[in-house]
């Protein structure tokens, strides 16, 4: 076989040694052997040695996502599926979990498929191809999930930005088997929810927050609660769970917060006083401050501020905004449980966003409990941005 080769500039192979799966066009010295996109290439240091193999996309910033460091490892159809497979082994215990139905089965570069998701919701399989890597092998991913998991159907959500700097147009639709119905009902730890896997946010469901859901549960009973950015009301329907005597959701999508209605509903959950508040959360937060409302414990679960390094500092203004806020809308002794899931604001910026929010609300607050991303969506050492949401259980005084 003739291969393709990526030459490195001088003193630009450390990330590729360190195992980082992604590889920069501004550390190619030039290519050999004219590589085309899609195209499996080897990489080779500056004096001709390999040290790397990947595939090659000329439109992406990411040239080359870097799949082996192993000379006779070939990237075919068995590579993928052991890959694959590796992957769905890891979420054996989820699998084995009676109470929950729906959990991420693959996480993109920390499962070792750069740019593929995999969500499993119920029968149903909900698919991302984010890279042009995992697009030109969908083929190969597809047959090994169809063969490890026997979904009732496929469906396609790859409608992220990501895929337009792959040079790729955005893709959604049934891909093989039965189409699911509008709203899939899925378990989570032993409660019922509707998910919108052909129209909701990422596959539909926030299945990262599953195991925070749970360690918040300890929280709410007896309290007042308010659940900002509620999406269709997960925290809020563990918080009904937990004895949580109202809830006030507020979401700026009112479809969510009707699915959030329902999702109560539906786990038994009728006849209570909650509010459901199609509205800004800066907005609400404000009147509600005005008008002198209390709250004992409030979720502050808002969507990515910050989605590269370059808006980190106008990102921290929003976290600090929404955070004072909810820290001045807390009795003596509430608790606050704040995520924040942009990558590119790392823990301790998170915390020191709060620190400063703390200050300018005047209140005394405590970190009681550190929170991070589901066990389905593991953090690969090698690539540190596999890890990006982080919150904080506060006390706050
Ligand atoms: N906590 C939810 C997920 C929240 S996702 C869960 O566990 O399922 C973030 C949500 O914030 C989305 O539903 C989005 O509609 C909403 N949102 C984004 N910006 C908003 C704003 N300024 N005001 C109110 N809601 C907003």
Redesign the pocket.
């Known amino acids: 076989m003739i291969t393709k080769q990526v030459i490195l500039k001088k003193d630009r192979e450390k990330s590729v040694l360190n195992k980082h799966p992604w590889l920069f066009s501004g550390a190619i010295n030039r290519l050999e052997g004219n590589p085309e996109s899609g195209d499996v290439v080897d990489v080779w240091n500056s004096k001709a040695r390999f040290v790397a193999r990947g595939i090659y996309n000329e439109k992406s910033q990411i040239s080359v996502r870097l799949l082996t460091w192993n000379p006779n490892d070939p990237i075919d159809e068995e590579f993928w599926r052991r890959r694959i497979s590796r992957a769905v082994a890891g979420r054996l215990a989820l699998k084995q979990d009676q109470s929950t139905n729906a959990y991420r089965l693959v996480y993109s570069e920390a499962d070792g498929v750069p740019g593929f998701i995999a969500d499993l919701y119920g029968t149903w399989l909900v698919v991302q191809f984010l890279s042009l890597a995992a697009e030109k092998n969908r083929k190969f991913i597809l047959n090994t999930l169809l063969d490890l998991v026997e979904p009732q159907g496929i469906y396609e959500r790859s409608d992220s930005d990501s895929r337009e700097k792959e040079g790729l147009v955005p893709v959604t639709g049934p891909v093989w088997g039965e189409i699911p119905p509008d709203l899939i009902e899925i378990i989570e730890n032993g409660l019922t929810f509707q998910v919108d896997v052909k129209l909701g946010?990422k596959t539909g469901?926030?299945l990262d927050?599953r195991e925070n859901?749970m360690r918040a549960s300890k929280y709410f009973a007896g309290k007042e609660v308010l659940?900002?950015?509620?999406?269709?009301?997960?925290?809020s329907v563990y918080a009904a769970r937990a004895g949580a005597t109202r809830v006030i959701n507020?979401?700026?999508?009112e479809r969510?917060l009707q699915i959030a209605e329902n999702n109560m509903l539906r786990n038994g959950f009728n006849g209570r006083e909650d509010v459901y508040s199609a509205?800004?959360?800066?907005d609400?937060l404000r009147a509600y401050r005005e008008a002198g409302w209390k709250f004992d414990v409030i979720?502050l679960?808002?969507?990515k501020f910050a989605h590269s390094k370059r808006n980190v500092e106008k990102a921290s203004h929003g976290y600090k905004d929404i955070n004072l806020l909810a820290m001045k809308l807390l009795k003596r002794g509430g608790i606050l449980i704040t995520f924040s899931c942009s990558g590119v604001v790392s823990s301790d910026l998170f915390q020191k966003i709060l620190f400063g929010a703390s200050l300018d609300a005047s209140r005394t607050v405590q970190i009681i409990e550190r929170l991070s991303q589901g066990s389905d969506h593991p953090v690969l050492l090698t690539c540190p941005e596999s890890e990006y949401l982080k919150g904080l259980v506060c006390r706050v005084w």
């Open positions: 946010h469901f926030y927050q859901r659940n900002a950015f509620a999406y269709t009301g997960a925290f507020v979401d700026s999508s969510s509205a800004d959360v800066f609400v979720v679960d808002p969507p």
